[in-house]
């Protein structure tokens, strides 16, 4: 079973700069989650989707964060423009069915941004 | 919401030595609870997770961990530690239902040969 794919694995940027990452979950898994993990930090959740409908996203910086879930698969998550403290490891999970927080998540490898 | 605080951000044991990373948790309701492991370079793994089935939960690797309600505590063990069982481990908890869990901060496990 393919994992959970996540592009680009690095990525640096100027401030000011947008920036976008793509995620694909594992096929038939309904939640799709985008996390955001600083440095010396346990990950922190932006966003997440249950099939092409968000359903939480109270932590997502809307003012410059963007994402999407069109056709209830894959997902891009935009920054607009970028900040320093946007540095951060970017996490893709998604689970099945997705509805409870018993529901085990399945990572992807992550994209390292460095705003510079 | 459910929260999880991890005691150690920085655990050392010598190879060989038994493996204790504690996690403690606040819910009014019966949490569901995981803990996970990150290797440098790699994706978040599962290693187990507790839904209230049984409270002595094995996962992978010859980790375990024990749900105590009257400590809120569900701390992982492994009584032998291997090299490669350095990384980084997180407890999560859930409050049940449909509700996003939570990340703890971290515990990073340190093995010297």
């Given at each position: 079973?393919?994992?959970?794919?996540?592009?680009?694995?690095?990525?640096?940027?100027?401030?000011?700069?947008?920036?976008?990452?793509?995620?694909?979950?594992?096929?038939?898994?309904?939640?799709?989650?985008?996390?955001?993990?600083?440095?010396?930090?346990?990950?922190?959740?932006?966003?997440?989707?249950?099939?092409?409908?968000?359903v939480?996203?109270?932590?997502?910086?809307?003012?410059?964060?963007?994402?999407?879930?069109?056709?209830?698969v894959?997902?891009?998550?935009?920054?607009?423009?970028?900040?320093?403290?946007?540095?951060?490891?970017?996490?893709?999970?998604?689970?099945?069915?997705?509805?409870?927080s018993?529901d085990?998540?399945?990572f992807?490898?992550?994209?390292?941004?460095?705003?510079? | 919401?459910?929260?999880?605080?991890?005691?150690?951000?920085?655990?050392?044991?010598?190879?060989?030595?038994?493996?204790?990373?504690?996690?403690?948790?606040?819910?009014?309701?019966?949490?569901s609870?995981?803990?996970?492991?990150q290797?440098?370079?790699?994706?978040?793994?599962?290693?187990?997770?507790?839904?209230?089935?049984?409270?002595?939960?094995?996962g992978?690797?010859?980790?375990?961990?024990?749900?105590k309600?009257?400590?809120?505590?569900f701390h992982?063990?492994?009584?032998s530690?291997?090299?490669?069982?350095?990384?980084e481990?997180?407890?999560?908890?859930?409050?049940?239902g449909?509700?996003?869990?939570?990340?703890?901060?971290?515990?990073?496990?340190?093995?010297?040969?």
């Open positions: 079973e393919a994992g959970v794919a996540q592009s680009p694995r690095y990525k640096i940027i100027e401030k000011r700069q947008s920036v976008a990452f793509w995620c694909n979950p594992i096929s038939g898994h309904a939640t799709l989650y985008w996390y955001q993990q600083i440095l010396g930090q346990g990950p922190k959740l932006l966003i997440q989707f249950q099939n092409n409908g968000v939480d996203d109270s932590q997502l910086p809307k003012d410059r964060f963007s994402a999407e879930r069109l056709k209830g894959d997902s891009t998550l935009k920054i607009q423009p970028a900040k320093l403290e946007d540095s951060a490891v970017y996490l893709c999970a998604s689970s099945y069915p997705g509805r409870a018993t085990t998540q399945y992807g490898p992550g994209t390292r941004l460095t705003v510079l | 919401a459910q929260s999880v605080t991890q005691l150690d951000s920085h655990v050392s044991v010598s190879e060989g030595t038994p493996v204790l990373l504690r996690c403690n948790y606040s819910s009014s309701y019966s949490p609870l995981f803990w996970y492991v290797h440098p370079n790699k994706g978040l793994q599962l290693l187990l997770k507790y839904t209230s089935a049984a409270t002595l939960v094995k992978i690797n010859g980790f375990e961990a024990e749900f309600k009257s400590e809120t505590s992982l063990t492994k009584p530690a291997h090299m490669s069982d350095a990384a481990y997180f407890c999560v908890g859930g409050s049940g449909y509700q996003k869990v939570t990340f703890g901060i971290g515990t990073k496990l340190q093995v010297i040969p």
